[in-house]
């Protein structure tokens, strides 16, 4: 089955998986963003995911009505590529450590965090039902290899980066990201081992 093909019933679940991500993201901000680990390896991700269980809440009340029209050939999302370079684009930024540092002291940072990446979860979550196995794996692949480089030279830096953080905290959070680029494509291979295995197979 389809993970991105959802039934109404699963809208209450959804919806309540997302709240569950924002309030922890939220609730406990103060010890999240006490180590850089934390912040960036888990309530930049709740952020997100709270987007995207929210997104998939939406489409799971929302289900396509019989008879509706087709979607045109081309939209503002053709494919999920759009949506998905969006994503990556944003990812990208909260690895600097310049953006982590700013989002513990301007406001405007802290907001466009805490407003910003559950938007990036939304398009995140209707991009991927529009793209097909080919594209996830290209931004997949593009996004655990930056993770993977980014990791590697937080660990390689002999000076702390995060004016907020300590050297010690900055080498944990370089493990994360290497962990992260290589947790990560095995869960979406578990995911989607069926669409993977009829794309090879073809």
Not at 75 to 101: F, T
Not at 142 to 165: E, H, K, T
Request: hydrophobic share 55%; charged share 15%.
């Amino acid at each position: 089955m389809d993970m991105f093909k959802l039934k109404p019933a699963g809208s209450m679940a959804w919806g309540v998986a997302a709240l569950i991500c924002l309030g922890v993201a939220l609730g406990l901000s103060g010890p999240l963003t006490a180590l850089m680990s934390l912040h960036m390896l888990v309530q930049i991700p709740l952020l997100v995911l709270a987007g995207l269980f929210a997104e998939r809440a939406w489409r799971a009340g929302h289900p396509p009505r019989a008879g509706a029209r087709p979607r045109p050939a081309w939209s503002y999302n053709e494919y999920g590529i759009p949506g998905l370079l969006l994503v990556s684009l944003v990812g990208a930024g909260w690895m600097i450590p310049k953006a982590l540092d700013d989002a513990l002291t301007d406001w405007r940072v802290a907001a466009f965090k805490y407003l910003g990446l559950p938007v990036c979860g939304w398009v995140l979550g209707a991009s991927l039902r529009h793209s097909n196995v080919v594209i996830k794996l290209f931004f997949l692949g593009n996004f655990c290899w930056m993770s993977a480089i980014v990791g590697m030279i937080y660990l390689d830096q002999p000076i702390r980066l995060c004016n907020a953080y300590l050297q010690d905290d900055q080498d944990w959070s370089g493990r994360g990201l290497i962990a992260l680029a290589i947790v990560l494509p095995s869960c979406w291979l578990l995911a989607e081992l069926k669409p993977v295995w009829r794309f090879l197979n073809r």
